[in-house]
């Protein structure tokens, strides 16, 4: 069996080349199975000339045809990608290193602008779109079990056995549909849809923001909170929208009311399995859990390694920080969301609760901003007078060097005897 995206796509160029493969309505622009095949190994030829399989390459294109080849170029090329957003791209420099950054020829400027305005090494910028044809490359071996991808903000491990597997999940679920998506390929849910499901189910995809309303025989899936579902279940028709359930850590699918070919535990605090319809920590287990966190392996261990008390099946689970429970029919219902940036927020407020002396024990709250970035919110202990600034820096640095977490802002009350910000 394929177990690679890059593998899977030279089949459908093979046997269905002259098909569409994926289509950007607000650009008109479509590209066929062959047609993308092409350009994909073009950019794996490039990238190594310039690059050794196992090293890092970030793509910083804007969502386009250009994207998706930056991304499968990258795969075919034996380097792991990483599908960074605006919001993220900091970030991903300073922690995952890459050794390349990949745009497209009119951002090439810009994000050259972008890379001069941090303090890190040079990095070599390739315009995936103005790279020759490389028809004799002959693509660099993986294995399904190797990374395949770093997804921030966690940095969450994919392999290439992950995305495989989850793409197969999601296309059972969609069954055999037009593929609609109009999240970037940088978001897990968009990753998955834009370019896993047509590539693993050999499907056409229609990707960006400007979708037609109902496309015929179309399908696609949301997140279940995804702040504009009301305005997308308005537009679709009935029966081509899913909510679903979404998870970083697990590629991206876990559920939409049932379970999409894994398997979900509710479990309590002592990490016993509860009894239908009660609520608890919401557990995975399935060939689409990620390896782990990049430069993460106690926070990989204790999140991705967990063993359910009691069970006579051993095996590794996900705990996903999130409540909910289980009706008696087996329908997952999401309770609560408790991931913070791709990170446990009790174990954000704990570290920055032992950054400083001034800080008052337990009073630190960790959250998420829209942009997917973290906020610490803590209260200085009573009579605590600390110098301006200082008590922000020490969080900054705790949380940077522990969790490999770049906060939004760090907000300081003063102790609740007085008022105001510090």
Not at 12 to 28: F, H, I, Q
Not at 85 to 91: L, S
Not at 119 to 137: E, I, K, M, Q, S
Request: aromatic share 4%.
């Amino acid at each position: 069996m394929l177990t690679t995206l890059s593998k899977l796509l030279t089949r459908r160029a093979a046997v269905a080349g002259e098909e569409t493969a994926m289509t950007w309505p607000g650009t008109r622009v479509t590209v066929t199975w062959a047609e993308l095949d092409r350009r994909v190994t073009a950019v794996a030829a490039a990238l190594r000339r310039v690059a050794e399989p196992g090293q890092r390459a970030a793509i910083f294109a804007a969502p386009s045809p250009g994207y998706v080849v930056a991304f499968l170029g990258v795969l075919r090329a034996g380097l792991v990608a990483i599908p960074a957003g605006p919001d993220h791209r900091a970030r991903v420099l300073a922690d995952a290193e890459p050794s390349i950054v990949l745009a497209t020829a009119d951002t090439v400027a810009a994000t050259r602008r972008f890379l001069s305005t941090l303090d890190t090494c040079g990095h070599r910028v390739l315009a995936v779109d103005a790279v020759p044809d490389a028809p004799g490359f002959a693509e660099v071996p993986r294995s399904p079990e190797d990374v395949a991808y770093l997804q921030y903000p966690g940095g969450v491990m994919v392999t290439h056995a992950n995305i495989v597997a989850n793409a197969r999940q999601a296309a059972q679920v969609l069954g055999r549909r037009v593929v609609v998506s109009r999240l970037p390929p940088s978001d897990p849910l968009g990753l998955l849809l834009g370019v896993a499901v047509p590539i693993v189910a050999g499907l056409p995809a229609v990707l960006g923001e400007d979708l037609p309303a109902d496309p015929a025989g179309s399908g696609t899936l949301v997140r279940a909170d995804d702040p504009d579902l009301d305005r997308l279940r308005a537009a679709f028709a009935p029966g081509v929208l899913r909510t679903c359930y979404v998870v970083a850590e697990a590629t991206a699918l876990v559920a939409c009311g049932q379970p999409a070919g894994q398997r979900v535990a509710i479990v309590d605090r002592d990490g016993r399995r509860v009894p239908a319809g009660e609520a608890g920590e919401i557990w995975v287990s399935g060939p689409n859990v990620a390896r782990g966190y990049w430069r993460r392996p106690e926070e990989s261990a204790r999140v991705f390694c967990a063993l359910i008390t009691g069970d006579d099946e051993p095996r590794w689970w996900l705990r996903t920080g999130d409540q909910g429970f289980l009706d008696p029919s087996g329908e997952l219902c999401v309770t609560g969301r408790g991931l913070v940036a791709g990170h446990r927020p009790e174990e954000l407020e704990a570290t920055a609760e032992q950054a400083h002396p001034a800080i008052r024990p337990r009073a630190a709250s960790a959250f998420t901003v829209p942009g997917g970035q973290a906020v610490v919110v803590l209260e200085l202990a009573d009579g605590a007078v600390p110098p301006r600034g200082e008590v922000e820096r020490a969080v900054r640095h705790a949380v940077s060097a522990r969790h490999g977490l770049t906060l939004r802002r760090v907000v300081v009350l003063q102790s609740s005897l007085g008022d105001g910000l510090w």
